[in-house]
């Protein structure tokens, strides 16, 4: 075990020592994480922009229906001029202005002019703009309603109000139903892009990182090292330990700085343990592999980069495998990354336990124990050869 645990650090202390090793390990996963879930994660809530020229009852009524709606976030600003160029920023997805004379419109027309400001008309804009569609409709139905009443009945406006907003409260009941397992918090921006890299740089830093094992086979130094009492077993007893726990410590950093800077909560402690050891043990069998049969150091640390990203692509580590076609989704199963990324998603997303993972977790236990056995034994034939 001494001997073991001694290549085991060897191991380890090369990857310290390699800057460029360290960089794709710790720094580019955790930017990766904060880039893409700043841009495109938007915790669920849709920003919108609000202008009151003139405090008014339509202005007050608006604003509080949209504060109130589900994964609205209401954001005031002082003109349309500053609001169209938050809108220019992306600091909010779209803006509503509502004129100072809104109230006179409503009362002399039956109809007020809302302005609406949006980017473009990609699909994105349209959904805001059927959000607030909705709002302003949920708003302005029984204002219209009141008006009309009222002068047509000859009653009041606050009473004809009062009695269009409870005939519109007896309308449609819409029912919610959770398509997953009942989760019911706000899972947060970074809930999706930090399972991802996790299993897209694990995977990636196993790869790359068996140039380490490529450079020492080529150049004889397992080879000598052979001729020591420890013997060949001991030696590949702990580089496989050492990958293994190279791709245990990436993932453990990712889950703890997911949790503490982000705020991604994992899901079950113990589920989620054993999907982190899981799949630490696949890219620890990928990484032996490569340094089995790796040719050239230069041209592995060149290649696997992209044959990572590429089997990350194809499990679901850059798109949801939920949009794959069907004949691509045949492809992504045979992936690990796939089962890997569909345990997170149960996990953080459905708020699953261990026996809802199950199949998943063996499905990578049986691929990380057959990448193991085929690279031992393909760095056993190589040593032995002396290739």
């Given at each position: 075990m001494r001997a073991a645990s001694a290549f085991t650090f060897v191991?380890?202390?090369?990857?310290?020592?390699?800057?460029?090793?360290?960089?794709?390990?710790?720094?580019?996963p955790i930017a990766i994480i904060v880039i893409i879930g700043t841009t495109f994660g938007g915790q669920g809530r849709i920003r919108v922009g609000l202008v009151?020229?003139?405090?008014?009852?339509?202005?007050?009524?608006?604003?509080?229906?949209?504060?109130?709606?589900?994964?609205?976030e209401v954001v005031r600003y002082r003109t349309a001029d500053e609001l169209r160029q938050a809108v220019r920023r992306f600091s909010v997805e779209a803006g509503l202005v509502v004129p100072a004379d809104a109230d006179a419109q409503l009362a002399g027309t039956g109809a007020a002019g809302i302005g609406l400001l949006a980017l473009g008309a990609s699909e994105d804009t349209v959904a805001v703009r059927r959000t607030l569609q909705g709002v302003i409709d949920d708003v302005g139905a029984p204002l219209g309603a009141a008006v009309f009443a009222a002068d047509r009945a000859g009653v009041p406006l606050n009473e004809a109000l009062a009695r269009a907003e409870a005939a519109g409260s007896s309308g449609v009941v819409v029912t919610t139903t959770d398509v997953g397992d009942g989760i019911d918090r706000d899972v947060g921006r970074f809930a999706f892009t930090a399972p991802q890299n996790l299993v897209l740089f694990t995977f990636i830093t196993a790869l790359t990182s068996a140039t380490v094992l490529v450079r020492a086979r080529r150049t004889g130094i397992l080879r000598r090292a052979m001729a020591s009492p420890?013997?060949?077993?001991?030696?590949?007893?702990?580089?496989?330990?050492?990958?293994?726990?190279?791709?245990?410590?990436?993932?453990?950093?990712?889950?703890?700085?997911g949790a503490v800077a982000f705020g991604v909560r994992w899901g079950n402690p113990l589920a989620a343990?054993?999907?982190?050891?899981?799949?630490?043990?696949?890219?620890?069998?990928?990484?032996?592999?490569?340094?089995?049969?790796?040719?050239?150091?230069?041209r592995v640390g060149a290649i696997t980069p992209m044959v990572g990203m590429v089997l990350g692509a194809l499990g679901g580590c850059m798109v949801p495998a939920e949009i794959f076609p069907p004949s691509m989704l045949v492809v992504a199963r045979i992936v690990p990354h796939y089962w890997a990324m569909r345990a997170w998603q149960s996990l953080i997303f459905d708020g699953a336990g261990l026996g809802a993972i199950a199949g998943d977790l063996a499905v990578l236990a049986t691929v990380g124990a057959a990448l193991v056995i085929v690279a031992t034994l393909l760095m056993r034939r190589s040593l032995l050869s002396g290739r």
């Open positions: 191991v380890l202390r090369q990857m310290v020592q390699d800057r460029t090793a360290l960089f794709f390990t710790v720094a580019l009151v020229e003139q405090n008014n009852d339509i202005a007050a009524r608006l604003e509080d229906r949209l504060a109130a709606a589900d994964g609205v420890t013997g060949l077993g001991v030696q590949l007893a702990g580089m496989a330990v050492g990958w293994f726990i190279l791709c245990l410590l990436q993932s453990v950093l990712i889950v703890t700085v343990g054993l999907l982190v050891v899981t799949f630490a043990l696949v890219g620890c069998g990928a990484g032996l592999l490569v340094g089995a049969i790796g040719a050239n150091e230069d």
